[in-house]
């Protein structure tokens, strides 16, 4: 048990341009879990995939966003034409049945 | 649609201590699951203490213990023996299933003197 990985930690990129964020879950956890945590607040839901599938998205979730999690492994969180609002931590989470989330360290986004 | 309040932005400790947070909750479920994290400064969210709203029992982990209040909507965790290390953000958070998202409320910044 590895712990879940988040790829960067920390992303810095100039407004307009496009991310990519990247988490890999424990192994064998089924579910994926994305949230937003802006400074002083706690974290919010973005999206959630149980294996491949993405279950639910938050209303927070633009079309600018967009995520994946190809054959129910790795997941990614991309941001199209970063905004100044878009600077956050994006926290990823994996979860086995009904066991308690674990949360990986997070990226933290950057919008110069 | 559920909500979690944690009205104590900041608090403060001396060592071995006991501290008290508070969080209250919103939600018309009966079946339920509440949590309380903890964020150490640039460090991973890690769970402190699980609560299943079916049990009446409350939840207790070494130092952490809740008192959880069902009718109140009320959900507090007490820490004995306040350490040093147990400064951080600690957040109180909801579930309406097991494998569902969780609800965050806005946490409270914890600090621990010696």
């Known amino acids: 048990d590895t712990g879940v990985s988040q790829d960067p930690r920390h992303k810095i990129t100039k407004r307009g341009q496009n991310v990519t964020f990247r988490c890999d879950p424990i192994s064998e956890h089924n579910r994926l879990y994305w949230y937003r945590q802006t400074l002083g607040q706690g974290p919010e839901f973005l999206t959630y995939f149980q294996n491949e599938a993405q279950l639910e998205k938050s209303r927070l979730l633009s079309d600018r966003f967009s995520a994946e999690r190809p054959k129910g492994s790795f997941s990614t969180l991309e941001i199209q034409r970063t905004e100044q609002g878009d600077s956050a931590m994006y926290l990823c989470?994996?979860?086995?049945?009904?066991?308690?989330?674990?949360f990986g360290d997070g990226t933290r986004l950057s919008i110069l | 649609a559920q909500t979690v309040t944690q009205s104590q932005p900041e608090m403060s400790v001396q060592e071995a201590e006991t501290v008290t947070l508070s969080c209250t909750y919103d939600?018309?479920?009966?079946?339920?699951?509440l949590f309380w994290y903890k964020q150490p400064p640039s460090r991973q969210m890690i769970l402190v203490i699980r609560q299943e709203a079916y049990k009446q029992q409350n939840a207790t982990e070494n130092r952490f213990s809740v008192n959880f209040q069902k009718a109140a909507k009320s959900f507090s965790l007490k820490i004995s023996d306040s350490q040093l290390g147990d400064t951080a953000m600690y957040f109180c958070?909801?579930?309406?299933?097991?494998?569902?998202?969780?609800?965050f409320g806005k946490g409270t910044t914890l600090s621990v003197s010696s």
């Open positions: 939600t018309s479920e009966n079946n339920y699951y």
């Open positions: 989470a994996s979860q086995l049945e009904d066991q308690p989330q674990h």
């Open positions: 958070a909801f579930a309406n299933q097991a494998g569902t998202a969780l609800i």
